[in-house]
T-cell receptor, first 115, second 112 residues
């Protein structure tokens, strides 16, 4: 399995500010993803964090709002910019390991509340 | 329209009882189906993964079944424990390697 840590685990932020979430993996992985989980909902993919190139964003998510960095194969950051209460969610980092099933592992999540 | 539908949305059972959660999907082409357990405030943890050719897979008290013809899967929990209280998420992988489609989850509460 993959050990994934996220910082911070939770935060309460003011409207209009930005928060950067860090994701650290215990070993090198090719595929790293960022998800959002709104209250009572399932996971929605925000973007794929690509090492050495710009992230690939899903429909409805843009780089200006959710800039992502991936400086190496074990680390990534997601910034939630110019936050509004609608951004209150759990943000999860995820990686995929190779093998026969391409198993997907998730970090513990960052619980964000925007006032 | 969500291509992965789970039922029921929520379920309450008594400790020691069995239960079955359902997942129907319309995702095509199909690569594999995964069941995850997500405790409150935590990230999802994989329970089982099944490919097209696998009909059943067990992980302790959790047994998943897959009928690829009818595009249905179930997760059966035997002799439930309080620690089974969590959300259970069905995820179907479409043709592209990392194209995952998530169900909304079933919220299970096990009461003493």
């Amino acid at each position: 399995s993959a050990v994934i840590s996220q910082k911070p685990s939770r935060d309460i932020c003011q409207r209009g500010t930005s928060l950067t979430i860090q994701c650290q993996v215990d070993s090198q992985v090719t595929m790293m993803f960022w998800y959002r989980q709104q209250p009572g909902q399932s996971l929605t993919l925000i973007a794929t964090a690509n090492q050495g190139s710009e992230a690939t964003y899903e429909s409805g998510f843009v780089i200006d709002k959710f800039p992502i960095s991936r400086p190496n194969l074990t680390f990534s950051t997601l910034t939630v910019s110019n936050m509004s209460p609608e951004d209150s969610s759990i943000y999860l980092c995820s990686v995929v390991r190779g093998g026969s099933y391409n198993e997907q592992f998730f970090g513990p999540g960052t619980r964000l509340t925007v006032l | 329209k969500n291509q992965v539908e789970q039922s029921p949305q929520s379920l309450i059972i008594l400790e020691g009882k069995n239960c079955t959660l359902q997942c129907n999907y319309t995702v095509s082409p199909f690569s594999n189906l995964r069941w995850y357990k997500q405790d409150t405030g935590r990230g999802p943890v994989s329970l089982t993964i099944m490919t097209f050719s696998e009909n059943t897979k067990s992980n302790g008290r959790y047994t998943a079944t897959l009928d690829a013809d009818t595009k249905q899967s179930s997760l059966h929990i035997t002799a439930s424990q309080l620690s089974d209280s969590a959300s259970y998420i069905c995820v179907v992988s479409a043709g592209a390697m990392f194209d995952m489609r998530f169900g909304a989850g079933t919220r299970l509460t096990v009461k003493p």
